[in-house]
C-alpha cells in the first residue's frame, strides 16, 4: 500500500496521479526530513521565542538572510523585549531599521507591542486570529509567529513558498492574486501536520529560497519534493510560477538640495504620515531644476550668489514610486533657518536618513 507520507521519496505508482490535495499532503515527509538536515544555523533559529520570531521575519520581508543578520542582533540587544520596543525612543526605532527600508514596518511593530503591552499584559498572543489584528501582522507573519514560535499548525506563505507550492502542482494561476494565496494557505492548513508546523514552514520558504530559486534554473536535484514535482516532470520551470502583470511605477522628478555651511548641513523632518514618514531628508524640490533656477533661488538683493555645483544624479525605486533625482550642492554662509542644521557626523550617526538619498551622502563625504 502506498502511502504519501513517505519519507524523502514520494513515488506514484504507474497508472496513478496524486491529486492537488494529496500531491500537497504528500510533501511533508520529504520537508522535514530535509530540514533535519539542511536547515541553516541562524540568529533567530537558536531559540524561537514570539518576539524574537516576530522581528526576525518583518525584516526577513524587507531583505536575504545576510543582510538581515546585523540588523537583528543590533535591534534584540537595544529592544530585547514588547516592553522595550513600546517605550522606544522613535528616532532609535528609526535608526535601528536604517537601511532596510519600508519605516512604517518598524512603526507598526511599535504600535503593535503597544497594544499587546496594553491588551495583551506583554505577552504576545498565540492564536493566528488575534495575531492577524495586530498592525503590521499579516497572514503571513501570523503563520509563522504561531508555527514558529508556538507550534501551532498554521501556514506562512509568503512569496518563496508560493513559488514552491504553484511548481510542485504545476500550478500556472497567478501568484499575485490574493485569492490563490488564500486557496494555498487553506489547503496547506488541512494537509499539514500537527506537531511539526515550525519546521514545516521554515523548510517551505528554505527550499524556496536555495532549491527552488527565483532565477534561473532551479536546483531540483537537490530538492526533497522532485519526485512529487509536476513542473519538473513537465518541465515548466520557465513558465511557473505565473505573475500576472504588475502596475507600472509611478516616476516622481526631484531635485536635492545640498545646503552646506562649513561642517553643517540643511536636513528636515519628513511628515508623519505617508512615505519615509518622520525620516530626516535633504531639502528637496518637485521636479528637475537646472543649475541657473537653483542659483535663483539663493539670490538676495545686493547679496553675493552662493556658489552652486551639479552634485550629479541618482535613481530610487520604491515598491509604488521611483524617485528620479538631481543633486546641486550649495554653499552658503548660514544655514537657512526653516533647516535643521545638522553636524555632518550627525547625518550618519544620529539623524535616520532613508536610502533613496544614500548616493547624496557619499558624494557630501566624498565617496563618490
Ligand atoms: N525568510 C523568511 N522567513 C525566514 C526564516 N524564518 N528563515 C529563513 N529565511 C526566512
Redesign the pocket.
Known sequence: MYSVYDKLQVLEPEGYSLDRRERLAAMNGPVLSWYETHARI?P?RENPQPYSVWI??IM?QQTR?EAVKPYFSRFMDALPDVKALAEADEELLLKLWEGLGYYNRVRNLQRAARIIMEEYHGQIPAEYEELRKLPGIGSYTAG?IAS?AYGKPEPAV?GNVLRVLSRVLASREDIRKQAVKRRFEQELRQTMETGNAGAFN?SL??IG?IVCVPNGRPRCGQCPLSSICLTRRQELWDSVPFRGEKKPRRVEEKTILLIESGTRIAIRKRPERGLLASMYEFPSLDGRKTEDEVRALFRKEGKQEPPVCPAGDAVHIFSHVEWHMTGYRIEVKSIPEEYLAAEREEIRGRYPIPNAFSAYIKRIFGES
Open positions: 541562524l533567530w526576525s521575519e526577513l538572510v509563522a514558529i509568503d521554515q520558504i528554505e529560497a
